[in-house]
C-alpha cells in the first residue's frame, strides 16, 4: 500500500492519498482524503500513514507492505516515541499497525509512489473525499456496458478510473467496493394514477437501455441494489446469475421489457428486502412479459418488505395465499393482474406486517382472507368478482387509509363501512350498491376522496355528507338520485371536483355551489336541472372544466364571469335550451380548449373574435339558429382539430382560406347548412382528415378533387351534396380505407369503377356503404361479396340490372340490404338466408320472380321485409309467421301471391303494417287477426344504431298508398300502423265480418 500527501498552504488544506496492489502489482482498491488544517510535512505524511492504516483495518485485511516517500516517517517509526506532536500521530500508527496482521512499514522514492501523491493532489482540489472502485469491479461495468444500447448516451461518464463517480455507482466509502447500480430509466411520465402513465415524456424511448445483460455483472460480489427498471430489453430473459447476488437488498427490474418464466434462482437472495418484477407503469411500451408456474420459490426471502409482481402470469395459483404467510417480514404486496383465485384451503393472511395490499385485476371471488391484516392501511381489490354483501368483512381493518373495491359486484349497505373512520379514499366505483347513502357515511370526516359512481343508489343525497370538509374529490355519477342538490354540499369548500352527472336531479342549480371556489372541475350533466345558470357559479374562478350538458337550462350564458379568462379549459353546455347569441366574453377565454353548446337555440352570427380562442382544438357549435357567414377567423385556429358546425343556417361561401392554417384538423362536419363549399380543384389542404360530414350541403356539380389528398379518412357522409358526374376512377383508392360512405341522394352516374386489386380486398374494412338515389347503372359488382365486415349495404333508386348475386350471402355481417327501386330480375339467391344478422330487407319494385326461398326462414332477426312491385307468384309461406318472430313490417303489395292468408301470421304479435293489396290472395281473413297487437301498441321503433355502428345514419324507408296517394315514411316509419288488404278476394264470411 502506497501512501502520500500534499499542502494547500495558501488555501490551508492538504490531500492524503493512498493506493492498495496486490502482491503482482495489480490495483485493488484507492482512497483520497482533504483536510483543513495547517500542518507540516512531516505531520501531513505520518497522518496520511495514519489514516490510511485505519482504512485497512476496516477492510479486514492483512499482510501488508506500507510504503511512503518520507524518510523521516520511515525512520520515525524505527525510534523510541518521543513527545511531540509528530511524535504521537507515529504512536498512533504504531498502535493501529498493531491490530492488523502482517505489517511493515517501507520507504520508496517519489517515483515508485507516483500513484499515491497524484490521489493526493487530486484530494486537494477537491471538497470532500474521494474513492476509487475495485479494478475488476471497474472492468466488470465496462462489459456490462458494452453488452448494452445507450442511444442517449447516459452512461457517457463512464470510462477513466473513478468509476464510483460514474452515473448510477456508488461505492462503499470504506472498500471501494461498489453497491449500489441504479440505471432505471430518468424520463418518468409526469402524471401518473394507480401505476398507470397517461402520456409518456417524448424522451422516454430514446432514454430506454437496451441490449444485453453481461454476465460480467457477476463480479460485482458486494452488490447490494439493483435497479433496471423503465429501460427496454426487448424480449430477452432474466439472468439467472441475478440469483447469486448473495448481498442484494433491492432488485428493480419492473417494466423493462423481460419475458419467459421468472428464474426460481431468485429464491436464493436470502437478504432481498425489495422485489419488483411487475410493471412499474401501466401504458409503457417496454412492459415485461413474465411468468412463473407458483409462488413456492419465494417462500425462503424471509427478509422480503416489498413485492411486487403485478402482471406477471402465475399459472398454478391455488397456494399463492400459503407462500405469502412464509413473508413474515412483508409491508407492502403488488399482485395486480397474476390471476389469483381464492381457491386456497386457508382462510386468513397471516402476514400482519402487511401495510399495503393491491389485488386488482383478478378473479378474486371472496375477501374473507384479509380479516388478520389488522395493520393494513392501504387495500385495492378493483376489478374482481367480490360479490358479498357483507362488507363486514372491512370491519376489522380499523387503520385503513385507502378503500379501492373499482368494479366489483359488492351489494347491500355501505354501513359497516361507516366504521372506518381513518379513511382517506374510497373508491366504490361500478358496483351494485342500493339503496340510499347512510347518514353515518357523513362521519368519515378524513375522507379526500369519495367516488361511488355506476351503482343503484337512489332517493337524494343525505345532508351529512356536507360534513366531509376534506373532500378534494366527489363523484357520485351514473346512479338515480333524485330531487336537489342539498345546500349541505356548499360546505365543501376544498372541493377541486364534483361530478353529479348522469342521475335524475331536478330543480334549480343550488346558489350554494358558488361557496366552492378551489373547484377546478364541476359536472352536473346528464339530470333534469331547469331554470337559469346562477350568478353564483361567477365566484368558481378556478374553473378548468364545467359541464352543464344534457339538461333542461334555458336563458342566456351571459353570468358566465370574466375571472374565468385565463383558467377555463373545457365548457360544455350542450342540449339545454339556451337561447340568444353566444356572449362576447366567451370569446375572451384564451386558453379554451373544448366548446361545445350543441343542440341549443342559440342564434346570431359567430363574430370575428372566434380568432381569440387560439388554444381551441375541438368546436361544437351545431344543431343551433346560428345565421350569417362562417369568419374569416376561422381559419386562424390552428390547434382545432375537430369542428362540428352541422344543422344551423350559415350561409355565404366556405372557401380555402377559411382553412388556411387548420393543419391539425381530424375531424370535420359541416353538413345542413345553406352556405356553398367553394374549393379550386388543385387545392391541397393543410390537413389530413379522419372524419368528414358535409351532407346537403352543395359540393358540386364536381366531385371534389381535394378528396384525392386526404389517406386516412374513415368515414365520408357527403349525400345530397349536388355532385353530378361519374364516381372518378382514383376514388378506388379512397374507398378501400374507408369505414363509411354515404353518397346518397346525388347525382352520381356510370358503373361502380372501385373494383380493388388484391391489396384492397384483403385491406377492405368498410361497414356502411349508401349509394342510394343516384344514376348508376350496370350490375350489382360481385367485389361487393369481398367487404366481409360490411353491416349496411344501400344501392336503392338507381337503374342497376340483372340477377341479385348470390356470393351476397356471405357478408355474415350485413344487417341491412337495401336493393330497392331498381331493374333487377331473376331469383331470390338462396344464399341470402344465411345472413342471420339481417334486420331489414328491401327488394321492392324491381323485376324479381319466382318463389321465397325457403332458407329465407332463417333470417330470424329480420324486422323489415319489403318485396312491394315485383312478379313473385307463390303463396305466403307460412314460415313467415312461424320463424320471422321478430316481423315489424311485412309489405308484399303488388305481386302475384296467392292462396289463403296462412293462420301463422297472427303470431307475428310486434308486426305494424300488413301490406298484401293488389295480389292473387283469397279466402278469409284468418279470425285470429287481432292476435296482431303491435298495431296498437307504441313499442320501440325499428332502430339500428344499437346494432351497426352506423345505424343511426341510415333511415329505413317503406312507401305505402293511403287513399290513393303514395307517400314515404322514413323518419315517421315508427308510427305507421296499418292493414292493407285491397284487391283481395275475400270470401262472403270476411266481408260480412
Excluded at 492519498?17 to 502489482?25: A, I, S
Excluded at 500508527?93 to 497524484?118: K, P
Excluded at 337503374?799 to 327501386?821: A, F, N, R
Excluded at 341510415?954 to 314515404?968: A, F, H, N, R
Aim: aromatic share 10%; hydrophobic share 40%.
Amino acid at each position: 500500500m502506497n501512501t502520500d500527501a500534499a499542502l494547500d498552504a495558501n488555501h490551508n488544506v492538504m490531500g492524503l492519498g493512498w493506493v492498495l496492489r496486490d502482491h503482482l502489482g495489480v490495483f485493488l482498491a484507492a482512497k483520497a482524503i482533504r483536510i483543513s488544517g495547517n500542518y507540516s510535512v512531516q505531520e501531513a505524511e505520518a497522518m496520511c500513514v495514519r489514516e490510511a492504516m485505519s482504512w485497512l483495518h476496516g477492510t479486514g485485511m492483512g499482510n501488508v507492505d506500507v510504503e511512503t516517500d518520507s524518510q523521516l516517517v520511515y525512520y520515525a517509526l524505527s525510534l523510541n516515541p518521543f513527545i511531540s506532536a509528530f511524535g504521537f500521530l507515529i504512536d498512533d500508527v504504531r498502535e493501529v499497525a498493531s491490530t492488523i496482521e502482517g505489517v511493515d512499514f517501507c520507504f520508496v522514492n517519489r517515483s515508485a509512489n507516483r500513484a499515491a501523491h497524484i490521489i493526493a493532489r487530486e484530494a486537494v482540489s477537491l471538497s470532500g473525499c474521494g474513492e476509487w472502485c475495485v479494478e475488476g469491479e471497474r472492468i466488470a461495468l465496462l462489459q456490462f456496458k458494452e453488452s448494452l444500447i445507450d442511444t442517449s448516451n447516459r452512461l457517457s461518464s463512464w470510462s477513466g478510473l473513478d468509476c464510483c463517480e460514474w452515473e448510477g455507482i456508488s461505492c462503499s466509502t470504506t472498500t471501494g467496493h461498489v453497491l449500489k447500480l441504479d440505471l432505471h430509466n430518468p424520463a418518468t411520465p409526469p402524471y401518473v394514477i394507480d401505476n398507470y402513465s397517461y402520456g409518456l415524456p417524448s424522451n422516454y424511448s430514446n432514454n430506454c437501455l437496451g441490449g444485453e445483460i453481461n454476465h460480467s455483472l457477476i463480479n460485482i460480489t458486494y452488490l447490494n441494489y439493483l435497479d433496471l427498471s423503465l429501460n427496454n430489453f426487448s424480449k430477452i430473459r432474466i439472468p439467472e446469475f441475478f440469483g447469486s447476488f448473495k448481498n442484494l437488498r433491492y432488485l428493480n427490474i419492473s417494466s423493462s421489457g423481460f419475458v419467459g418464466n421468472i428464474p426460481t434462482h431468485l429464491g436464493n437472495l436470502s437478504s432481498l428486502e425489495y422485489l419488483h418484477l411487475g410493471e412499474a407503469l401501466v401504458g409503457v411500451p417496454s412492459y415485461n412479459d413474465l411468468t412463473t408456474d407458483n409462488l413456492d420459490w419465494l417462500a425462503s426471502l424471509s427478509s422480503l418488505k416489498s413485492l411486487d409482481m403485478s402482471w406477471i402470469s402465475i399459472r398454478h395459483s391455488e397456494d399463492w395465499l400459503r407462500t405469502i404467510n412464509k413473508l413474515v417480514s412483508l409491508s407492502s404486496l403488488n399482485l395486480t393482474g397474476c390471476q389469483l383465485n381464492t381457491t386456497s384451503p386457508l382462510s386468513h393472511v397471516n402476514s400482519t406486517s402487511l401495510i399495503s395490499l393491491d389485488l386488482r385485476e383478478n378473479s378474486l371471488d371472496s375477501a374473507i382472507f384479509l380479516s388478520n391484516l389488522t395493520r393494513l392501511e392501504h387495500l385495492n381489490l378493483g376489478f374482481n368478482s367480490l360479490n358479498s354483501s357483507m362488507l363486514e368483512i372491512f370491519e376489522p381493518l380499523a387503520p385503513l387509509k385507502v378503500l379501492d373495491l373499482f368494479r366489483n359486484a359488492f351489494t347491500g349497505t355501505l354501513v359497516p363501512l361507516c366504521k372506518l373512520h381513518n379513511l382517506v379514499f374510497m373508491d366504490l366505483n361500478s358496483n351494485n350498491f342500493q339503496g340510499s347513502i347512510p347518514n353515518c357515511l357523513g362521519n368519515l370526516t378524513s375522507l379526500t376522496s369519495l367516488d361511488l359512481r355506476y351503482n343503484w343508489f337512489t332517493s337524494s343525497i343525505p345532508n351529512s355528507l356536507g360534513n366531509l370538509t376534506s373532500l378534494i374529490s366527489l363523484s357520485l355519477s351514473a346512479n338515480s338520485f333524485t330531487g336537489s342538490i342539498p345546500n349541505s354540499l356548499g360546505n365543501l369548500t376544498s372541493l377541486t371536483s364534483l361530478s353529479l352527472s348522469g342521475n335524475s336531479f331536478t330543480g334549480s342549480i343550488p346558489n350554494s355551489l358558488g361557496n366552492l371556489t378551489s373547484l377546478t372541475s364541476l359536472d352536473l350533466s346528464e339530470n333534469i336541472f331547469t331554470g337559469s345558470i346562477p350568478n353564483t357559479i361567477g365566484s368558481l374562478c378556478r374553473l378548468q372544466v364545467l359541464d352543464f350538458s344534457m339538461n333542461k337550462l334555458t336563458d342566456s350564458i351571459a353570468v358566465l364571469p370574466d375571472c374565468l379568462l385565463d383558467s377555463l379549459k373545457e365548457l360544455f353546455l350542450d342540449s339545454n335550451n339556451f337561447s340568444g347569441q353566444l356572449p362576447n366574453q366567451l370569446y375572451k377565454y384564451k386558453n379554451l380548449e373544448i366548446l361545445s353548446v350543441s343542440s341549443n337555440s342559440f342564434a346570431g352570427p359567430i363574430i370575428e373574435s372566434l380568432g381569440n380562442l387560439s388554444m381551441l382544438r375541438n368546436l361544437y357549435i351545431d344543431s343551433n339558429k346560428f345565421s350569417s357567414s362562417i369568419p374569416s377567423s376561422f381559419g386562424e385556429l390552428s390547434n382545432l382539430r375537430a369542428v362540428d358546425i352541422s344543422y344551423n343556417s350559415f350561409v355565404g361561401v366556405l372557401s380555402e382560406f377559411h382553412f388556411s392554417k387548420l393543419s391539425n384538423l381530424k375531424d370535420l362536419y359541416i353538413s345542413g347548412n345553406l352556405f356553398v363549399f367553394n374549393i379550386s380543384s388543385n387545392w391541397v389542404p393543410p390537413f389530413q382528415l379522419d372524419e368528414i360530414a358535409m351532407e346537403s350541403v352543395k359540393i358540386g356539380p364536381h366531385f371534389p378533387h381535394w378528396l384525392r389528398t386526404q389517406r386516412n379518412v374513415e368515414t365520408l357522409f357527403m349525400s345530397n351534396a349536388s355532385i353530378s358526374s361519374a364516381i372518378p376512377d382514383w376514388f378506388g383508392k379512397f374507398f378501400w380505407n374507408c369505414d363509411a360512405l354515404d353518397l346518397h341522394e346525388n347525382h352520381l352516374s356510370g358503373e361502380l369503377p372501385l373494383e380493388p386489386h388484391v391489396e384492397g380486398y384483403m385491406k377492405a374494412k368498410i361497414r356502411y356503404l349508401s349509394l342510394s338515389t343516384n344514376y348508376l347503372s350496370g350490375g350489382i359488382p360481385k367485389w361487393l361479396c369481398s367487404l366481409k365486415y360490411l353491416e349496411i349495404l344501400a344501392l336503392s333508386t338507381n337503374k342497376l340490372y340483372g340477377e341479385i348475386p348470390s356470393c351476397l350471402g356471405k357478408l355474415q355481417s350485413l344487417k341491412v340490404l337495401d336493393l330497392g327501386k331498381n331493374n333487377l330480375s331473376g331469383l331470390i339467391p338462396n344464399s341470402l338466408g344465411s345472413l342471420q344478422e339481417l334486420y331489414s330487407l328491401h327488394l321492392q319494385n324491381n323485376k324479381l320472380e319466382g318463389k321465397l326461398p325457403s332458407s329465407m326462414q332463417n333470417l330470424t332477426s329480420l324486422e323489415i321485409l319489403d318485396l312491394s312491385e315485383n312478379e313473385f307468384m307463390d303463396v305466403i309461406p307460412p314460415w313467415i309467421g312461424k320463424n320471422l318472430l321478430s316481423l315489424k313490417y311485412l309489405v308484399f303489395y303488388t305481386n302475384k301471391f296467392y292462396g289463403d292468408i296462412p293462420l301463422q301470421l297472427c303470431q307475428l304479435h310486434d308486426l305494424r303494417l300488413l301490406n298484401l293489396a293488389n295480389n292473387n290472395i283469397s279466402g278469409y281473413i284468418p279470425w285470429c287477426i287481432g292476435n296482431l297487437t303491435g298495431m296498437v301498441s307504441n313499442g320501440n321503433p325499428a332502430y339500428y344504431g344499437n346494432r351497426s355502428a352506423y345505424g343511426d345514419n341510415y333511415d329505413d324507408e317503406i312507401d305505402q298508398v293511403i287513399k290513393g296517394l303514395t307517400l314515404q315514411y322514413t323518419k315517421t316509419l315508427q308510427f305507421l300502423r296499418s292493414i292493407d288488404l285491397l284487391g283481395i278476394t275475400l270470401s262472403e264470411r270476411s266481408q260480412l265480418r
